[in-house]
Each structure stands twice: as structure tokens, then as C-alpha cells.
């Protein structure tokens, strides 16, 4: 457990992500170094050796890329879900979503927590999405609709041609009037609740748009026996409450990797 000086939001933050279901952190998760570290290792670990594989889709790329728990379990970003969940982490997932210039697919309007349902209870997770590009309106900023948090809305399918995701929440009850669109620098993040309705816009824009997603829960939280046999949470910080089984940060998943490049995950 971090000292409570050293976690990063104040009472007013987590109050706002608690009634939002998201918060804009707009100042830098890690050092200048730290990041442009994550970012080199991205671009020429990630991208350079699964050219074949869609930039937007590369799910829990820590199951074989060891090297990214210096940022999955890094106290910079605990120290930011700490006063959300409390001292006792999970890491729940991780997901790059690049969006390369010119052809960058849309995420269609969904909650997280429709493809976690069967997997996690209760529905309590946060994700950090870092932002390794800018992240605009031009190149196709995530949107979010602000309170939107039951987390149990219908969802149809969509062209998996043409979206990041198969599945989109119907257009009745989503209110897109309410959208409201999250920009960000490099190196800042926004923070958003798995039930929020979210999505973003395809990337037409000249400029490629890439994030990092980074998610969290409470160890009070319980993955189910079916779910561990298709992925992994690692104990971040303090203990577990929930009886859970925990990957091991120094050991390659590949199997379960491949199972999700065959289209199984979010």
C-alpha cells in the first residue's frame, strides 16, 4: 500500500469519476524517459514484429511482452487507481489500440463490461487509457456518454471489417447528444469506469492516433474458473480478498495469447 500523500487524486477527482464514470488526467503518468521508453519498445517490439496483425487489435500483448509490467505494474499508474478500488490491485487486462493514419478502424459504441459479463463479479474495473499518440477529434479521440454506467445495455453486431469491436450498444437508450469527447496529449491518460458507454470515431486524419489501455480491479473481485482458463490476473498491490488465482509476471502465456488473436477478446 502506497502512503495516502503519494496517490495521485484528490477527493474531488475520484468523486468526479465516481459520478462521470470517467476523469481526464491531464498531466504526465510517467517520466519523459519512462515513457518514450514504452513508447520505443511499442513501435519496435509490438508493431515491427506482428506486421500481419491489425494495430488496433492487439489484446493482453503482456502474456508473451514481459517487458510491459514496468508499466502495468508500475506505482505511477497504481498510484492513480489506488484511490479509486483501494490498496488491494488486480491487473485485470491490457490492450493497445493504435489507430494507424488513413484507415484507422472505428470502436463502436459499447460498454466493457458487455465482454467481461461472464468473466468477472462483481463488475468492477478501471481502466487507464494512456495516451501514446495525441489523441484528437481529428485522428479519433475516444467519446464517452457521461453517467451512462448501468452496464447492461443491448448490443448488436456490427462489420468486424470496419470496427475494432463486433458488438455495438443499440441506438435506444444511448443518448449520443450527450457525447462528450476526451482529448489528450502524450503521456496523459483519462481513467473510465467498465460500464460507461464509450467508442470512438474511425481515423481518417493523416496522423495515427495510439493507446494504451491499462485496467484494474479491486482483488475483492472474483474471475470465475471458465475465465482463468482462457486468461490471467496478476496480483499489483496488497492481497487478495476474492479467492483468486493469479498469473505469474515472469512466465509466457502464448497459448492463451493465440486464443485471443483468434477473435476472442475485447
Known sequence: MTDQCDLRLTVDQVGEYRREGFLVYDRPVFSHEKFDD??????????????????????????TDLKLFEWL????????????IGPDIALFSSHFICKPKGNGRRVPWHEDSFYWRDMIAPMEVVTVWLAVDASTRENGAMVVIPRSLA??????????????????IKQSPRDDSRAVTIELQPNHASLHDGRLMHGSPANTSDLRRCGYTMRYMPTTVKLNDAAFSRHRIYLARGSDHAGNQYGDPSKSYEELARFRRRGNGH
Not at 511499442?42 to 508493431?47: A, D, K, V
Not at 506486421?51 to 489484446?59: A, F, K, Y
Not at 448488436?156 to 475494432?164: G, I, S
Open 38 to 63: 514504452l513508447k520505443d519498445h511499442f513501435e519496435e517490439e509490438l508493431l515491427a514484429l506482428a506486421p500481419e496483425v491489425r494495430p488496433e487489435s492487439m489484446d493482453v500483448p503482456h502474456f
Open 151 to 168: 452496464g447492461d445495455s443491448a448490443h448488436e453486431p456490427v462489420d468486424a471489417n470496419q470496427n475494432v469491436l463486433p458488438w455495438e
Open 73 to 84: 505494474l508500475s506505482d505511477e499508474v497504481l498510484d492513480l487507481v489506488e484511490p479509486i
